[in-house]
């Protein structure tokens, strides 16, 4: 299995709070991305990174931001979470542009 | 015209048969299609692949078939077993990881 940790893997907050998920990759991958997975919708790319410090915004960008200090780390944060917010959220990496994409097992955010 | 429809989103299929799964596209500009199968609590992993130079790709059990002037591709799995039971997603893809664009899943169950 890729390397990719994911944290936390579940968490439930309220309406109007701050939250930040974590990715975390060994195989030091150049491109990560942030997806999140609802029924009826397959995933949906919400952030992705090309590079440390650089980052593109995807499909479902509203309501997210991200950052990419580091090779290894890419975090979503989510600065005011909502009820349309609850989902489970992957975050993927690959080694190349067109590149098979590895998944993390996913974080699930109740927001109430 | 970025969208992949898939079908059916369920299905059941005895143990030993033939499970199919359709998807559907308009960008022409597609130029990657893969598959990928998810499991329960899992991240989705990379199941099989096809570029449109090719009408078929068979890896063991798993074959895509591809009709490019219909603007279709299909997931046949032969022989299914219980360990197959996963939800099932199609995608299409151009340019870059971050153009992946996903079907919305086939929830895939084998009766033992």
């Known amino acids: 299995d890729a390397g990719i940790t994911q944290s936390p893997r579940h968490k439930v907050t309220e309406t109007g709070t701050p939250v930040t998920l974590r990715c975390h990759q060994t195989e030091n991958h150049r491109y990560m991305y942030w997806y999140r997975q609802d029924p009826g919708h397959g995933l949906r790319l919400i952030h992705y990174?090309?590079?440390?410090?650089?980052?593109d915004k995807g499909e479902v960008s509203d309501g997210y931001s991200v950052s990419r200090s580091k090779t290894e780390d890419f975090l979503l944060t989510l600065e005011s979470a909502t009820s349309s917010q609850t989902s489970v959220y992957f975050c993927?990496?690959?080694?190349?542009?067109?590149?098979?994409?590895?998944f993390g097992e996913g974080s699930r955010l109740t927001v109430l | 015209q970025q969208q992949v429809k898939q079908s059916p989103q369920s299905l059941i299929v005895q143990k030993g048969g033939i499970s199919i799964i359709n998807c559907a596209y308009e960008n022409t500009a597609f130029d990657y299609f893969p598959w990928y199968q998810q499991f329960p609590g899992k991240g989705p992993a990379l199941l099989i692949a096809?570029?449109?130079?090719?009408s078929e790709k068979k890896e063991g059990r798993f074959t895509i078939s591809f009709n490019k002037s219909a603007k279709q591709f299909s997931l046949h799995i032969m022989d299914s077993q219980p360990g197959d039971s996963a939800t099932y997603f199609c995608?299409?893809?151009?340019?870059?990881?971050?153009?992946?664009?996903f079907g919305q899943g086939t929830r895939l169950t084998i009766n033992p």
């Open positions: 990174s090309y590079g440390v410090k650089d980052t």
């Open positions: 993927a990496i690959s080694d190349q542009r067109e590149g098979e994409l590895f």
């Open positions: 995608a299409a893809n151009y340019g870059g990881a971050q153009k992946l664009v």
């Open positions: 096809i570029r449109p130079d090719v």
